[in-house]
């Protein structure tokens, strides 16, 4: 029996020579290591007065509405461009190389509702950070950032501005 963490396995080069990938499909297909893991996620947001968990794609999603049911409240998606069907908001931002777009139906929540926003993996932090954007545009209030990985050695918290709480399941 593993615990879930050692169920995340790393593959070098992916997508890209040197990166080194954090695969968390290994927890996800184990019955025991996702719920473990899916707990320890919950652990810090239990008595924290939640309307839903905002989970970005694609991973985002799958560790977010888990992640919503485990808390029990709802889950909203934030997607990549062109994805969803309704009246939409739209954020670019920045990536290490060239730029991105993120959208959120626009009445996907009421008006400062309190949220949290999940990914799989903290990274440069771009992605967290614009997805956080995009949902206070929305006009709901977000409450705290959750991911399962922090890649610490690359410094996103350092450059952590918001005064949610970032809180991350496991650290390398
Ligand atoms: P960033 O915006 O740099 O924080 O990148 C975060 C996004 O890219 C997340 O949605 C992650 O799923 C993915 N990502 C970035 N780097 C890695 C990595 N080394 N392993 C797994 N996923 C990663």
């Known amino acids: 029996m593993h615990a879930w963490s050692d169920l995340i396995r790393d593959i070098p080069d992916f997508p ?6 954090k695969d968390i499909t290994p927890v ?3 019955a025991r290591g996702f719920a473990d893991a899916v707990a ?18 694609a991973r985002g999603f799958i560790l977010g509405a888990a992640l919503a049911r485990e ?5 909203v998606p ?16 920045g990536l290490e190389y060239g730029r991105d777009r ?24 771009g992605t967290l950070k614009a997805a956080i954007q995009l949902v206070e545009q929305q006009g709901a209030r977000v409450v705290g950032a959750a991911v399962l990985v922090e890649l ?10 918001h005064p949610a709480p970032l ?6």
């Open 16 to 21: 890209k020579p040197g990166i080194l990938f």
């Open 28 to 30: 996800l297909a184990d």
């Open 40 to 57: 320890a996620m919950a652990e810090p947001w239990r008595k924290q007065p939640l309307h839903a968990v905002v989970g970005v794609e």
């Open 71 to 75: 808390l029990g409240v709802g889950f």
């Open 78 to 93: 934030v997607r990549k461009p062109g994805k969803l069907p309704g009246h939409t908001l739209s954020l670019d931002y």
């Open 102 to 125: 993120l959208e959120i139906h626009a009445d996907a929540l009421p008006q400062a509702a309190p949220v949290i926003v999940v990914d799989d993996v903290l990274a440069t932090g």
């Open 152 to 161: 610490a050695f690359l410094a996103a918290r350092a450059t952590w501005r």
């Open 167 to 172: 809180v991350a399941t496991l650290s390398y």
